[in-house]
């Protein structure tokens, strides 16, 4: 698997090659959301859903072989596409290098003109998610 800073890099390239075209842009970060896996039912409960998002946002983790994986669904398509970027990013990561990493890729894409504020600030709200589930099992590891 890529490092962190690979895989951004390669999102960031898919991004250029769409250069200003908002409409497409948006287009693809939907197409995206279309990638992840398929998420239960029975997970789509509000213990799971990230707070400070404007859409519906379920977040469960999983933990193997000192691995976090995340999986993920929403309710609307750009923010099922603004958590699978997440996922490519993070999922069967240790939890330090979670904790540790620094997301260059989303201001490097333009990703706040691309999605506003309102959605810029679920984007955080997702991320601050999956860093609290790495901090966790960082704790338990060193329990």
Same mark, same amino acid.
């Given at each position: /698997?890529?490092?962190?800073?690979?895989?951004?890099? %390669?999102?960031i390239?898919?991004?250029e090659?769409?250069?200003?075209?908002?409409?497409s842009?948006?287009? =693809?970060?939907m197409?995206?959301?279309?990638?992840?896996?398929?998420?239960?039912?029975?997970?789509k409960?509000?213990?799971? +859903? +990230?707070?400070?998002?404007?859409?519906?946002?379920?977040?469960?983790?999983?933990?193997?072989?000192?691995k976090?994986h995340?999986?993920?669904d929403?309710?609307?398509? +750009?923010?099922?596409?603004?958590?699978?970027?997440l996922i490519r990013?993070?999922?069967?990561?240790?939890?330090?290098e979670?904790? &540790?990493?620094?997301? =260059?890729?989303? %201001?490097?894409?333009?990703m706040g003109?691309?999605?506003g504020s309102?959605?810029? &600030?679920g984007?955080?709200? /997702?991320i601050?998610? /999956?860093?609290? =589930?790495?901090?966790? =099992?960082q704790?338990?590891? &060193?329990?």
């Amino acid at each position: /698997m890529a490092d962190i800073n690979a895989i951004q890099e %390669e999102i960031i390239s898919e991004f250029e090659i769409l250069g200003d075209d908002k409409e497409s842009t948006i287009y =693809y970060i939907m197409e995206l959301g279309d990638q992840l896996a398929e998420f239960p039912e029975e997970e789509k409960k509000e213990d799971n +859903i +990230i707070k400070g998002c404007q859409s519906k946002v379920w977040l469960t983790t999983t933990f193997e072989d000192g691995k976090v994986h995340f999986h993920a669904d929403s309710n609307t398509d +750009i923010t099922k596409g603004l958590i699978s970027l997440l996922i490519r990013v993070l999922s069967g990561r240790k939890a330090s290098e979670i904790i &540790n990493a620094d997301l =260059y890729f989303i %201001e490097k894409i333009g990703m706040g003109n691309i999605i506003g504020s309102q959605r810029s &600030n679920g984007l955080t709200a /997702m991320i601050k998610q /999956m860093k609290l =589930y790495a901090i966790a =099992y960082q704790a338990k590891i &060193n329990a």
